[in-house]
């Protein structure tokens, strides 16, 4: 085997040579003069124009399994080029070292893709090739490309760390860059205004020539002298003209409130803030009193004491009793409690007034006052301070299914002790819970009518669309109709009249069938639908006003 074929098999490989000759082209030519001993392989020369060349015999193929085609030995070459032009193509020894480091694995730089490298090693010998220096350079000392594209990617830091007008000159601090970099025509104020030449004179900048006197001085040690200035309008600027209105503005605010002057001497002490001194001690001796939104700190002249206050409770319960006039209650309780919290009064009493207020708020269906009531006594019973915990406790429970709130329903239940559980107001409503949980509208309507305290006025403003839901199962369970007395003591009706006047005012008149013997039944075969249509329309419209 000749020397070219034992360098072209031991040199860089078909895929990297062939990527390095898009700029400078490889042709495989069948050279008799050339070829090798056993005529598997011949020289390379390189391609220098786009001219279209001679037809060659075989080509070196490019696939991944790295094979080469053998010429026929029998085709002679189509042409010969001659000598000269030949070796100007023929690619030094050195060079294809050179190619072979370049791909080497050892030399693979982490950061540089192989694309990067081909590029640039394509870059290195085309030029070298256009100046016809691949035989003169020293091809063992030329840097790889990987290491040409480091130095490329190291100059810009390289060229920040040591910056040619640098001349060895140490590098300025900050404050001296900002005041060497300050431009001449800037009129912003830097911090060299302050500092004084050597003569001991103050640098007066050209903008300031008319007042020569320092104005930062002037805000700390001479204020009446830059007023007079102010006035006399020396040394007035844009900005001073701002802050004396806004000077002026302070001065002019609240009476009985000394503004803070942001041009004043330190000298001139501050007012200190007010203070909270404490709860107000009510003076008024009215047992009766409109309630008015504070707007201000209250006045004890028309603030009602704890003594005036417990006579004042009575005569509501009174007048309550007598006249029921819900308006009136509820303003002088809005009163009596804003009186309690003005001077901080919490006490047994505190918690009767919200109790009593609470009470009259269900009644009436006023459920805003209600909850505003049910919020302060949640506070109030964590205090201990007496009352009736376990009844507002169920009241809360009822409440919660009225809104079908159920994550605050799951929060009710997790807070109850086993002792509130006995208590018989809790249980109930813990009952009626879980029978309208598993559709017992049976055992539902017989607690509605056993329900005690004041849980019956909660349960009244969602009764109405559980007899719709009981309905729409009545008509599903019982066919083709039903005696109307059936659905009268099955839904908690007072009378026969109450159940049709609820069937009628829900639109249902047409499914009820008087017969001849006097007797009214409800087609329940013809009634399904519309109460299941009347039932999904009920529980989309629930009304949490004043929800806690």
Known sequence: ???AAHSWRSGPTTDQMTRVSQTSTFIVRNDPDHRSANGAFISVAARRSFAKPATPSSTVPTTASKTFSTPPLSAPPASSPSASEKAKRDWPESVRHYVQRAF???????GISRQEMETKLKQVISNSAESNTLLTVDWAKVPLPQQMILDEHAKPAQFLANPPWGNGVAPLSLQETNIRGTDKSSKKRKSYELESTQNGQEKIPPWRVANAQNVFENRISHPEKRQRNEVAGKGSSKSHHNMANRKKRFEDGQPGYLSQQPFA???VPTPPPEVDQGPVIGRSQDLEKKYFRLTSAPNPDTVRPLAVLERTLELLKKKWKKENNYSYICDQFKSLRQDLTVQHIKTEFTV?????????????GDLGEYNQCQTQLRALYSQHLGGHP??????????????????????????????EKKDPAVKHALEARSVLALGNYHRFFYLYLETPHMGAYLMDMFVARERLAALSNICISYKPDVKLR?????LGFESDDEAARFICDHGGQSFLDEREEGEVRLLTGKALKFFETAKNAAFKRVDIKGQI
């Open 1 to 3: 085997m000749n020397v």
């Open 104 to 110: 080497a694995t050892e030399n693979n730089v982490p």
């Open 265 to 267: 001497s330190n000298t």
């Open 352 to 364: 009767s007034v919200y109790e009593i207020h609470a009470r009259i708020a269900l009644e009436k």
């Open 390 to 419: 376990e009844e507002f406790k169920a009241y809360r429970i009822l409440y919660f299914i009225h809104t079908c709130n159920r994550t605050d329903m799951n929060d009710v239940l997790a807070d109850l002790t086993p002792a």
């Open 486 to 490: 059936f659905v009268t003591e099955e």
